[in-house]
């Protein structure tokens, strides 16, 4: 097998991971509260994610090297991935998690337009396009979704604002990290501060063995495996070309969500995603700048 082979399938196996996070997150949800939900979703995180540190050379010391180096930024990334962290598993419970994936979608047109506004970097036609055509398509599917209010859509454009930004901070601040450490210190820090939460708001509460299992799953498949094997991917393809193969992600919510929840959208909420996807395609193909980090979340 060549190593194009390998990174479009290893592309293709990170999609199917992540889009298993939404119906997982989701069924997990069903019964339990979303702060309790969380603790016990860092808490299986963590345990992968120990594995990973361990099989690297001096994880652990490396870890807490790159943590002195530069503590004013993980102390912003942590305290601000935990935040969108919670909107995006709060909105997950509530709303259809296609709906989510598609404007999830969006992140590569906030990382350019960060880059815009922060860096003043030029857009060019192609962005541009991109650009228009993913705004037309979040407008049509935002209005044929009921269930959606300005609120919703609001907290939703937060959230991929923030982890926009802070790609756009990984890019600019912190070079010579390897992303699996920032990755993992990811999980750390959102397992402490969601610990935090629930033992002093006196919300802890035990997962039924049904939530127990998606939690597991949904958590290695995630923070570990789809993350892995975004970074194998990465290893043979650009960066453009992996986000590419990734934009079918999407659809995989859609079928699954059909298939596993009964949730599914109707033509025109299809069309406006389909508009996204494409748009931010052509913006991809337009501007060949690394998103590296933009990958790598679940």
């Known amino acids: 097998m060549n190593s194009k082979i390998k990174g479009i399938l290893a592309a293709l196996g ?26 016990w979703w860092f808490l299986m995180a ?22 002195k180096e530069h503590p004013f930024f993980f102390l912003y990334f942590g305290l601000s991935e935990a935040f969108a962290t919670f909107l995006f598993f709060y909105l997950v419970k509530l709303l259809n998690p296609s709906f989510i994936s598609f404007i999830v979608n969006l992140q590569p047109l906030f990382v350019i337009l960060w880059g815009y506004l922060i860096l003043s970097e030029k857009l060019n036609i192609y962005e541009g396009t991109g650009a228009a055509v993913a705004i037309a398509g979040t407008v049509i599917l935002t209005h044929a979704e009921a269930d959606v209010s300005g609120v919703h859509l609001f907290l939703l454009l937060l ?22 450490y920032i990755t993992v210190f990811r999980v ?9 939460v ?7 509460r035990l997962p039924d063995p049904f939530s ?10 995630g923070p570990v495996l789809a993350t ?20 079918i992600q999407p659809f995989i919510v859609l079928l699954l969500s059909y298939a596993v929840l009964s949730q599914g959208l109707r033509p025109s909420q299809i069309l406006g995603g389909i ?19 933009a990958l790598t979340r679940g």
């Open 188 to 196: 750390y820090v959102l397992f402490t501060l969601y610990s935090a």
């Open 14 to 39: 990170s999609a199917l991971g992540y889009s298993l996070v939404y119906i997982f997150a989701k069924l997990a949800q069903r019964k339990l509260p979303t702060e309790p939900f969380l603790f």
């Open 159 to 180: 959230m991929v604002g923030i982890y926009s930004l802070n790609t756009v901070i990984v890019r600019i601040k912190v070079q010579g990290i390897p992303p699996v």
């Open 212 to 221: 127990l299992l998606n939690i597991v799953a949904g958590s290695l498949l």
């Open 275 to 293: 508009l996204i996807i494409a748009g931010i395609n052509i913006l991809i193909v337009g501007n060949r700048a690394s998103i590296k980090k």
């Open 198 to 204: 629930v033992f002093l708001s006196h919300r802890f």
């Open 228 to 247: 892995t094997m975004v970074f194998l991917a990465l290893k043979y393809l650009k960066a453009a070309n992996v986000s590419i193969i990734k934009s």
């Open 46 to 67: 963590s345990l992968w994610s120990s594995f990973i540190v361990l099989s690297q050379k001096e994880g652990f010391r490396r870890l807490v090297v790159f943590i």
